[in-house]
């Protein structure tokens, strides 16, 4: 059977977690996945419970640290780097591993900010394993994903508290 190309887009809040979503109903059903964070670096409670999920592989790179715009020209080159370690660990345990879902998630935020080429990511579909799901997760998504792609879902944004200066409870993050 045919993987998917899955995108879930948006400035709404819910892109990752329907991401997550799907990858514990893969799990439920003896799948194995892989999610790769690749703008995120803080504590969230959704790694504490996927790391105790048998089947769900979680990697994410030491070396993000701060939003993209807050961030100099040296701490932005770095951050390049930790994108395309993360790409490459994917790849690799793609490769070497058989994963049934691969969860690049804010991988179009890595897209959108230059730190990793378009090119790259649509060659890794052309050619990614036939059987393998694909999830990408970000904000903006490329003309040219969405036309590689099987599944979008805008998520957008119709109120949030943030708006009102009302902060997030521990454990149910923005």
Known sequence: MKGLVHIYMGK????TTAAVGLGVRACGRGLKVLMVQFLKSTDSGEIHALSNLPGFQIYRSGKVKGFFWMMNEEEKELLKEAVEECFNYAINS???????LLILDEMLGAIENGLLDLKAMIDFIDNKPHELELVLTGRNAPPELIEKADYVSQIGEVK???EKGIKARKGIEF
Request: proline content about 7%.
């Open 160 to 162: 949030h508290p943030m």
């Open 94 to 100: 793609v490769r070497e591993r058989s994963f049934d």
């Open 12 to 15: 709404g809040k819910g892109k």
